[in-house]
């Protein structure tokens, strides 16, 4: 260590050697008069580690006895008061050396400012400014504080920190630490790094929102920067996206638009019979929750429906739907037959004023097109045509094709060509069923088949992503507390009450925000 030192003696010398001026107090009584010699202490430049000492000094050149209350830093931590002086009593013309040592904290120019308090009537507090420069590495966080503002769950956000050294000798990282809520620290970087002046290296912390309220987070970097570790702060406020109300009236009777394709292959009589048999059980489960169905059975190449459109006012619906699923033209009528998607969209394409199925898609009703054929789907396209429904409806969502066809293929009069090819595509990519017309059973679950149509009926889409734990559900202005459940998957509200039409239905939610 390397030590600058500059002699002082208390001197006591005689009033004339000091050129004393006439000082009084407030009573008239001969005062005291502070001076400091020298008025500013320079150090010179250190390097990291090495500390100086210079001294000033104190002289009492006024008539009254000086009190020293004490001396101390009023500015700088590079610099520290080592001579005790508070209490010290200076007669005229005593003085007192007061040493202060400075190790350099940062480059180049350290600034400080001693304060000599004593009862000086003028000069109470006396400055003395202190310089020095340091030869020492010094790490800037940039940004050193910073705010995120306003954080919408679940949207991450970025902030990139510069770990600079702007001293003049190297700088050495041992450590990179951080604290905090819905913050962490990403890209560290690997340690120890050594970075010369003028270098600089990132680290990036993570502003991830998960929960109301105030996110913080704290940078800590370890190094030879003579200030030791030093920190980084960061804040954010967390908010939801968005607070929702989605309103829903009830209609009385809610549409549903069933549309059947029915193979008319020899080897379809069974089934076919299968099929009427057990419409009963089929419009019994859909009348249950709705009188607004409408059905069309299309069998024949034209794609109109055999029997025209079928509702709950149609006397003998139940016996002309038997009559349409059997119904079987000539050769050139059911080049079809085995291409029940393509024949499916030529029916709902049908469904414009003046076409023969006129009036049968309503806008808001879902179109449950039920295939039922042993043999594959013949048509070529079937993507294509399940697109071309979609585009009739409008909206993808209100298209679901089911099928009753032969699964595994064990029973069509092809034998291995045969199966769900086609047939099972179009059910996956629009969410419908599908049942094995192979098991001969299968006429007993058209209850599933109904429940199937019945999609959106008391379900009601949210217009935002919501957290599950905000849903709150009205009927008509009162709270439900129980009865009703939330699907992640559609997005939608269940409720399981019996409702008549009319009722008005509101869902208040937080809902996250879009990223």
Not at 70 to 86: Q, R
Not at 321 to 331: C, K, Q, R, W, Y
Not at 489 to 501: F, H, M, P, V, W
Request: charged share 20%; aromatic share 6%; hydrophobic share 40%.
């Amino acid at each position: 260590m390397i030590r600058t030192l500059v002699a002082s003696s208390l001197l006591l010398t005689a009033c004339s050697e000091f050129n004393i001026s006439s000082k009084a107090d407030a009573e008239g009584l001969p005062a005291p008069d502070i001076e400091v010699s020298p008025p500013e202490l320079s150090f010179g430049e250190l390097a990291s580690g090495v500390e100086a000492i210079e001294t000033f000094t104190i002289t009492n050149v006024g008539e009254g006895p000086l009190t020293v209350d004490d001396v101390i830093i009023e500015v700088g931590d590079a610099f520290t008061i080592l001579t005790d002086v508070s209490g010290l009593v200076l007669e005229t013309g005593d003085s007192a050396p007061v040493d202060v040592a400075f190790t350099p904290l940062v480059a180049n120019r350290n600034e400080g400012r001693a304060l000599v308090l004593s009862d000086d009537p003028i000069d109470p507090e006396l400055p003395v400014p202190l310089v020095g420069r340091g030869a020492v590495p010094e790490l800037l966080i940039d940004p050193s504080s910073y705010d995120f503002g306003t954080g919408q769950i679940p949207c991450e956000d970025i902030l990139d920190i510069s770990l600079s050294n702007v001293g003049v000798e190297d700088l050495e990282i041992y450590g990179v630490g951080f604290e905090g809520e819905q913050m962490a620290l990403v890209g560290e970087p690997e340690l120890p790094v050594v970075l010369a002046p003028e270098e600089s290296t990132l680290v990036q912390v993570a502003y991830n929102p998960v929960e109301i309220g105030a996110a913080w987070g704290e940078l800590s970097v370890d190094s030879n920067d003579p200030r030791g570790i030093l920190m980084g702060d960061q804040r954010g406020e967390t908010t939801y996206g968005s607070t929702n109300v989605d309103g829903f009236e009830i209609p009385e009777n809610p549409p549903v638009d069933i549309l059947f394709a029915v193979d008319q292959s020899c080897s379809m009589a069974d089934d076919q019979r299968r099929l009427a048999t057990a419409f009963s059980d089929f419009i019994a489960e859909i009348d249950a929750v709705t009188g607004g169905w409408q059905i069309g059975v299309v069998t024949l190449d034209s794609g109109c429906f055999n029997g025209g459109i079928l509702d709950n006012a149609t006397p003998d619906y139940i016996g002309r739907f038997s009559s349409a699923v059997s119904e079987s033209g000539g050769l050139f009528d059911t080049m079809l037959t085995e291409s029940l998607l393509q024949l499916s969209a030529k029916a709902a394409g049908k469904s414009d004023p003046g076409e023969c199925n006129q009036n049968f898609l309503r806008p808001d009703a879902l179109l449950h097109v039920i295939v039922v054929s042993d043999e594959r789907e013949q048509s070529g396209d079937p993507p294509g045509y399940v697109a071309d429904m979609q585009a009739i409806k409008g909206d993808p969502g209100l298209l679901k094709v089911s099928a009753v066809v032969d699964i595994d293929a064990s029973c069509g009069d092809q034998g291995a060509d045969n199966g769900s090819a086609g047939y099972s595509d179009a059910v996956a990519v629009t969410g419908g069923l599908m049942l094995d017309i192979c098991n001969d059973a299968w006429g007993a679950r058209v209850d599933e088949l109904a429940v199937a149509s019945l999609t959106g009926i008391g379900e009601y889409p949210l217009s935002g992503d919501p957290d599950v734990d905000t849903i709150q559900v009205f009927i008509d202005g009162e709270e439900v507390l129980s009865g009703w459940s939330y699907d992640p998957t559609s997005n939608s509200i269940s409720l399981d009450a019996d409702l008549e039409g009319g009722e008005f239905i509101e869902v208040f939610y937080e809902a996250f925000a879009d990223c």
